[in-house]
């Protein structure tokens, strides 16, 4: 089945450093990508949804410059959280979905990735 | 917009007996609905999702939920829990068309299974 990749699944780093994450669709294309935000013992919050070839579109109060979206091809979009501090320390998971996709077909989601800023 | 509410944070069920996690949506038109679960440091799985039809779906694990559109509700249910279903559970809504939207998730409602 289709199937999306995350990578890291886990990373720490200090504070002032940049982190790519990667968000890379296995076996299918697709133009929109979808970032999201959970902190500890909280819901996923939608951050930005990423579309191939074109700017991505953020959710209110989510700083662009400090989460950098690129969505280069159909199979991989990137975040990178610029000069983290400990307060960007989080799960971030995103999901995509398939372009040849019935309008009743899921998306699909990665299996996160844990960052933790000291 | 669409929201989602989950009433319970917390359940508690003992192993063997039947559980029923609620959700209510609001959305202007028919809404696709989902239920995911997710165990501590791990991602998504897809329990199951409505579309149309009929309104009693069947997922994996086990689990069932029903659509009641007069009670804008998509409850989980289960008739005998399992220790390993204990787990954060999410309730999802997506718009009609959902390729390009994402979904708004419940705040999730942890299921603690004891003996």
């Known amino acids: 089945g289709a199937v999306v990749s995350q990578h890291p699944s886990w990373v720490i780093c200090k504070s002032g450093t940049s982190v790519k994450i990667e968000c890379r669709s296995l076996?299918?294309?697709?133009?929109?990508m979808f970032w999201y935000r959970q902190f500890p013992k909280q819901s996923l919050m939608l951050m930005a949804t990423?579309?191939?070839?074109?700017?991505?579109?953020?959710e209110q109060g989510v700083e662009k410059d400090k989460f950098l979206i690129n969505h280069a091809s159909l199979t991989l979009s990137t975040l990178t959280v610029t000069s983290a501090h400990p307060e960007d320390s989080s799960f971030y998971i995103c999901?995509?979905?398939?372009?040849?996709?019935?309008?009743?077909?899921?998306?699909?989601f990665g299996d996160g990735t844990r960052l933790s800023i000291l | 917009a669409q929201s989602v509410t989950q009433p319970d944070i917390h359940i508690t069920v003992s192993e063997g007996a039947s559980l029923e996690l609620r959700c209510n949506y609001s959305?202007?038109?028919?809404?696709?609905l989902f239920w995911y679960v997710q165990s501590p440091g791990q991602g998504l799985q897809l329990l199951l999702k409505y579309f149309s039809g009929d309104t009693l779906v069947q997922g994996i694990k086990g689990f069932e939920a029903e659509f009641k559109r007069s009670q804008s509700s998509f409850n989980l249910r289960k008739p005998s829990v399992h220790w390993s279903d204990a787990a954060e559970y999410f309730c999802?809504?997506?718009?009609?068309?959902?390729?390009?939207?994402?979904?708004?998730f419940g705040k999730g409602t942890r299921l603690s299974v004891i003996a």
């Open positions: 999901s995509a979905r398939d372009v040849r996709a019935q309008a009743h077909q899921p998306q699909h």
């Open positions: 990423s579309n191939e070839g074109s700017k991505a579109t953020y």
């Open positions: 959305y202007g038109a028919t809404p696709y």
């Open positions: 999802a809504v997506g718009a009609g068309n959902s390729g390009n939207t994402p979904l708004v």
């Open positions: 076996d299918f294309q697709a133009t929109t």
